[in-house]
T-cell receptor, first 116, second 117 residues
Framework: AQTVTQSQPEMSVQEAETVTLSCTYDTSENNYYLFWYKQPPSRQMILVIRQEAYKQQNATENRFSVNFQKAAKSFSLKISDSQLGDTAMYFCAFRFGRGSQGNLIFGKGTKLSVKP | GAVVSQHPSWVICKSGTSVKIECRSLDFQATTMFWYRQFPKQSLMLMAT?????????EQGVEKDKFLINHASLTLSTLTVTSAHPEDSSFYIC?????????????FGPGTRLLVL
C-alpha cells in the first residue's frame, strides 16, 4: 500500500527566510506523481507544485522548489523568501496511475507559520 | 488556472433533513470528480470517486445510501447527505481532474461547511 509521511506536524519561519518541509512516501510503483498542496485558513486547497517521477529535474514554481530523491522516496518542499501569506497547512500528496485512474494519497500535513 | 466551485459554502440544517452540495468545474471538463471529508486539524479523507455517467466508487466505510453522489455531466457533481445527523457535521471538499491538459492534477473546490443541529 502507498503511504505518505510528513514528520513535521508544525514549523515556523521568520519572514524572508527559507524553510524546508519534508515528505517521504512508500510505493512499489515506478510511474507516479507527487504534489504539494497548501491549505490556508480559508481552507481552500491550492496546488503549489507537482513533480512527475520520471523527470529527474526538480520542479520549481517561483519561490517554491522541491528536492525530489526518487531512490530515497523523498520529496521535500523549499520555500524561499517566506511571506506572511505562506502561513498555511501544507499537504504532500502522491498519486500513481494514468488518466482517470488513481487517487491522491495525502500526508497528515505540516502547519507552517510565518512570523513577521 | 483550473477553477472548481462549490455551493453552498456553508449550510446549517436540522437533523433528519437532506442536504445537497454542488461541485462544478468552471473552465474545464472533469472526467473524474472526488469528494473528501475533512475533520478539524486533520488531513483529507477520500469518500468517493465518480466518473461522468457512471456510478460512484465509495471508499471502505463510507455509506452509499447516506452519501449519494451524482456526476451528471462533465462539469457537475453533487453530493447529497441524506437524513443528516450531527455526526455528519464536517467540512466537505470536492475535487476535479481534467480529462485533458494535465489529467494527473486535481483541483479543489473551496469546501462546504455542514452543521447538523
Amino acid at each position: 500500500a502507498q503511504t505518505v509521511t510528513q514528520s513535521q506536524p508544525e514549523m515556523s519561519v521568520q519572514e524572508a527566510e527559507t524553510v524546508t518541509l519534508s515528505c517521504t512516501y512508500d510505493t512499489s510503483e515506478n510511474n507516479y506523481y507527487l504534489f504539494w498542496y497548501k491549505q490556508p485558513p480559508s481552507r481552500q486547497m491550492i496546488l503549489v507544485i507537482r513533480q512527475e517521477a520520471y523527470k529527474q529535474q526538480n520542479a520549481t514554481e517561483n519561490r517554491f522548489s522541491v528536492n525530489f530523491q526518487k531512490a530515497a522516496k523523498s520529496f521535500s518542499l523549499k520555500i524561499s523568501d517566506s511571506q506572511l501569506g505562506d502561513t498555511a497547512m501544507y499537504f504532500c500528496a502522491f498519486r500513481f496511475g494514468r488518466g482517470s485512474q488513481g487517487n491522491l494519497i495525502f500526508g497528515k500535513g505540516t502547519k507552517l507559520s510565518v512570523k513577521p | 488556472g483550473a477553477v472548481v466551485s462549490q455551493h453552498p459554502s456553508w449550510v446549517i440544517c436540522k437533523s433528519g433533513t437532506s442536504v445537497k452540495i454542488e461541485c462544478r468545474s468552471l473552465d474545464f471538463q472533469a472526467t473524474t470528480m472526488f469528494w473528501y471529508r475533512q475533520f478539524p486539524k486533520q488531513s483529507l479523507m477520500l469518500m468517493a470517486t465518480s466518473n461522468e455517467g457512471s456510478k460512484a466508487t465509495y471508499e471502505q466505510g463510507v455509506e452509499k445510501d447516506k452519501f449519494l453522489i451524482n456526476h451528471a455531466s462533465l462539469t457537475l457533481s453533487t453530493l447529497t447527505v441524506t437524513s443528516a445527523h450531527p455526526e455528519d457535521s464536517s467540512f466537505y471538499i470536492c475535487s476535479a481532474r481534467p480529462g485533458q491538459g494535465a489529467p494527473e492534477t486535481q483541483y479543489f473546490g473551496p469546501g462546504t461547511r455542514l452543521l447538523v443541529l
